[in-house]
């Protein structure tokens, strides 16, 4: 994977490809105090439900997904954003291909 450049304007939704049946993901930033992920997903594809130790936003840059919070369903579109809350059950799927940011800050 190549080294994400820095100190240059990027064009987020570039760096990342949609592939037919997956879900790919490329870390922008990595750090001791969090980390910036990129992820392409394929229509149909998801993350089943998991827990996360620190709180993360979601950003969604293109096309559409369904992100389940403790059960409960939220439709995003590009441009809208929703907040992973710490140690609650969450989940998401692609109802079209979408991409998404996921930024995560630990704070202990």
Request: aromatic share 6%; proline share 5%.
């Amino acid at each position: 994977m190549a080294a994400t450049p820095s100190a240059e304007v990027l064009k987020i939704g570039e760096l990342v490809d949609y592939q037919n049946g997956s879900v790919v993901s490329r870390i922008v930033v990595k750090a001791e105090t969090g980390n910036v992920t990129l992820f392409a997903f394929d229509a149909g594809q998801e993350l089943s439900e998991h827990t996360a130790p620190f709180d993360a936003l979601v950003h969604v840059l293109d096309g559409e997904a369904e992100i389940t919070i403790s059960a409960k369903p939220f439709r995003l579109r590009a441009g809208e954003a929703i907040i992973l809350p710490a140690g609650v059950p969450h989940a998401v799927k692609a109802e079209r291909r979408f991409k998404m940011l996921l930024t995560m800050i630990r704070s202990r």
